[in-house]
């Protein structure tokens, strides 16, 4: 299982800097986490302040 980034995103990167893994990045509309990194820690899903992460 990893965790997904929805379309309520609002861009602010506050997750990539959260993410122990360097799984996530900025993607073309929002930023976007790679499922072969991520270990499902939670971090990105606590730090979000737009509830825009969710597990997969
Ligand atoms: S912390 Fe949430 S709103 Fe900010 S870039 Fe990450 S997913 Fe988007
Ligand atoms: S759940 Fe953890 S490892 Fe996965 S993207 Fe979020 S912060 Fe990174």
């Known amino acids: 299982m990893a965790y997904r ?5 609002t861009g602010c990167g506050k997750c990539e ?3 122990s893994e360097d799984a ?3 993607g073309w509309r929002r930023y976007e986490i790679d499922p072969d ?8 899903d606590y730090i979000c302040p737009a509830n825009a ?4």
Request: aromatic share 0%; net charge negative.
């Open 5 to 9: 980034i929805t379309g309520a995103c």
């Open 17 to 19: 800097s959260a993410c």
């Open 24 to 26: 996530i990045s900025r």
């Open 37 to 44: 990194l991520c270990d499902s820690c939670g971090a990105c």
């Open 53 to 56: 992460i969710e597990p997969d």
